[in-house]
């Protein structure tokens, strides 16, 4: 299945502009009412194509999106550089996050709900590294009361 950026044609890495640039083009292209004359015209990519944009345009959509394909991509080819426990990370009550100074000089950010019974791979932004988070009964346990 094709990602949202491959949908449009762009870089993970894309600016706001370039992926709104990118989605304009497509839409011209193959938005129904520019059809008219074309009888094996299927709405489904342009139906794909609106999907992408209205949640990369958001940035909260766009971060959540992001997450969700590092996890997938980890979690189908993790290498590994550290297994932690939780109690190995900074936990920071105000945001409900966990945190863990990477080797690079980088800060890995962990989502408190992230953390849970099952093991979670999570990737440093500033360089290739990952670390596994060993899944936690007591947390998830925690978090349910």
Request: hydrophobic residues 30%; aromatic residues 8%.
């Amino acid at each position: 299945m094709d990602t949202y950026y491959e949908i449009l044609g762009c870089d993970r890495n894309a600016t706001y502009e370039e992926l709104k640039r990118r989605y304009q083009e497509l839409v011209l292209i193959h938005h129904p009412d520019k059809q008219v004359h074309n009888l094996g015209f299927s709405n489904n990519t342009f139906m794909k194509i609106d999907e992408a944009w209205k949640v990369l345009k958001d940035p909260e959509k766009k971060r959540d999106y992001d997450t969700q394909l590092k996890h997938e991509e980890l979690s189908e080819n993790p290498m590994v550089n550290e297994t932690l426990q939780v109690t190995d990370l900074e936990q920071n009550k105000f945001d409900l996050t966990y945190s863990y100074l990477c080797r690079c000089g980088g800060k890995i950010i962990i989502e408190h709900s992230d953390v849970g019974i099952d093991d979670c791979f999570v990737s440093c932004d500033n360089c290739s590294l990952i670390i596994c988070i060993k899944g936690n009964e007591e947390i998830s346990n925690k978090r349910t009361e």
